[in-house]
């Protein structure tokens, strides 16, 4: 390894069943560096460092580790962990119960007799050289999360880590909790520590690191010096779009081309959540497709979670129709014709253990109430109703969903909240993980319900998508609504250089 370098991979391949997870991966870093490790959901990142840090084991590759000699054998975390490789991950996983010096050296006292003495002495010098605001006393449940964050990270440090792992350690703080944290992470730099900076905020990337490494689709896109690297040209990269790629794919279609003229049928003002999006205006009319677009982790989804009560709303406004309406709970939304299909299909979308006729039913009977159930030849009807309109492809009625393929679980969830009749629908990534002859179905049927004057909010990772079926995007960035685009101004560049903050240099 050459001076200068604390970790070096090279070739790491990663494969699970059917999936090629990483395809010979280099990644390098540099002593006394903030590296941010960066790409867009499944490009790799989550995988590279599980190889890293013994939770997988790698199918190809070598990893190097200074002051290690030869290839090093990372076969667990405690292999990790001796090598000087040390991760604070975005949930916290010390003990809320035990003293801040008890979790600094949990698991690392020698003996049946603890010095609880010297413990404290031990943790109290570390907490005061990284200008940590806590003592060695004090409950850890009782500290801010952002504290609790860096005792994580002095509990790495004080094991003479050579490589310290940040895992979206930011995620739950507010700007002045990342400011410290970015403080700590600074000082530790200048100690000669290398950082491995995991996040999906470009702000925050721009601010605080060194240099970038992209990963998209399991496979290295580059490594580069941050000023080297314009906010806009690292969307692109993540995105797998060309700058110069500036065609409007917009097909053309009686829906979708144009806002539609009108009210609207939901308009909310300074709406927030306790899933930390700042305050964001919002307006849909009659007829409208629209979307929110963005980065993974821009707040997209929290955005419509928000809007459909999913998330505790904390303030703002809402009106369904002209009317003030109060949405605390989904079905409070459930109630003004509003319906959701989750980002999350398996997890918030279907019962896998019910059959694909009760999962169709489930609003609509949530909506009647489970004391006033629907006959079976009621629900036997509008199953078999769906079904045919969406061409669902299942053996019976009876068929438990979890059986189905992945696009056909997505049609009965669509069927699910079309058989309420909502006046407006919000999707978030309706076409994820499913065939592209379903997408393109999913798409007319998109356009189609638009052209009967229900109001569609479309969410997709898939900017040729959202281009494809909305006449106007809300584009997110760091959890706050940064743009709104429509007409010349939907093209593929655009979005981009808004993503990245109108960086284009």
């Known amino acids: 390894m050459q001076d200068g370098i604390v970790l070096e991979m090279r070739g790491i391949c990663k494969y699970f069943p059917g999936v090629r997870a990483l395809q010979n991966v280099d990644f390098t870093l540099r002593e006394g560096e903030i590296h941010a490790l960066m790409g867009e959901n499944g490009a790799g990142k989550s995988t590279l460092i599980k190889v890293l840090t013994g939770v997988y084991p790698k199918d190809g590759g070598e990893v190097h580790i200074k002051g290690v000699e030869g290839a090093a054998v990372i076969r667990s975390p405690q292999d990790a962990q001796n090598a000087g490789i040390s991760t604070v991950y975005q949930e916290i996983t010390l003990c809320p119960n035990l003293t801040v010096a008890e979790n600094m050296y949990i698991g690392r006292t020698k003996g049946a007799v603890t010095n609880w003495k010297m413990m404290n002495s031990g943790a109290g010098k570390i907490l005061e050289s990284l200008g940590i605001p806590a003592s060695p006393q004090q409950q850890l449940g009782a500290c801010s999360i952002a504290v609790?964050?860096?005792?994580?990270?002095?509990?790495?440090?004080?094991?003479?880590?050579?490589?310290?792992?940040?895992?979206e350690p930011t995620s739950s703080l507010d700007d002045q909790e990342v400011q410290k944290l970015f403080g700590l992470m600074r000082d530790l730099r200048a100690k000669g520590v290398g950082i491995i900076f995991v996040t999906h905020f470009l702000e925050q990337v721009y601010e605080v690191c060194d240099r970038i490494t992209v990963l998209r689709d399991g496979q290295l896109v580059g490594e580069y010096v941050i000023e080297d690297l314009p906010r806009v040209q690292l969307v692109s990269k993540m995105l797998g779009k060309e700058l110069d790629d500036m065609a409007d794919i917009k097909e053309e279609s009686g829906a979708g081309s144009a806002v539609p003229e009108g009210p609207a049928v939901l308009e909310a003002q300074g709406l927030c959540s306790n899933a930390g999006i700042k305050p964001f205006d919002f307006s849909i009319r009659k007829g409208e497709v629209n979307g929110f677009t963005g980065l993974l982790g821009s707040g997209r989804s929290e955005c419509v979670r928000a809007i459909f009560g999913a998330d505790r709303v904390t303030g703002g406004?809402?009106?369904?129709?002209?009317?003030?309406?109060?949405?605390?709970?989904?079905?409070?939304?459930?109630?003004?014709?509003?319906?959701?299909?989750?980002?999350?299909?398996?997890?918030?979308?279907?019962?896998?253990?019910?059959?694909?006729?009760?999962?169709?039913?489930?609003?609509?009977?949530?909506?009647?109430?489970?004391?006033?159930?629907?006959?079976?030849?009621?629900?036997?009807?509008?199953?078999?109703?769906?079904?045919?309109?969406?061409?669902?492809?299942?053996?019976?009625?009876?068929?438990?969903?979890?059986?189905?393929?992945?696009?056909?679980?997505?049609?009965?969830?669509?069927?699910?909240?079309?058989?309420?009749?909502?006046?407006?629908?919000?999707?978030?990534?309706?076409?994820?993980?499913?065939?592209?002859?379903t997408k393109i179905e999913i798409q007319k049927l998109v356009l189609k319900l638009a052209s009967e004057g229900k109001s569609v909010t479309f969410i997709s990772s898939e900017i040729d998508e959202m281009l494809r079926t909305c006449s106007r995007l809300i584009v997110m960035r760091d959890r706050k609504a940064v743009g709104e685009l429509t007409g010349e101004d939907l093209t593929q560049s655009k979005i981009m250089a808004t993503i990245a903050g109108g960086d284009t240099q």
């Open 148 to 167: 609790q964050q860096m005792v994580a990270i002095a509990r790495a440090v004080d094991m003479e880590c050579k490589v310290l792992i940040l895992d």
């Open 317 to 437: 406004a809402v009106t369904v129709d002209g009317k003030a309406v109060k949405i605390h709970k989904p079905l409070d939304a459930m109630k003004q014709g509003i319906g959701y299909l989750p980002e999350d299909r398996k997890g918030d979308g279907i019962v896998g253990d019910l059959s694909v006729r009760e999962n169709i039913i489930l609003a609509l009977q949530v909506m009647k109430g489970f004391f006033r159930p629907f006959s079976r030849a009621q629900a036997e009807a509008f199953a078999d109703e769906y079904i045919k309109l969406l061409e669902i492809k299942t053996a019976s009625t009876d068929t438990p969903i979890k059986s189905l393929s992945g696009g056909n679980q997505q049609k009965c969830i669509l069927a699910r909240w079309l058989l309420t009749d909502p006046k407006y629908l919000i999707l978030d990534e309706p076409t994820r993980g499913i065939d592209i002859g």
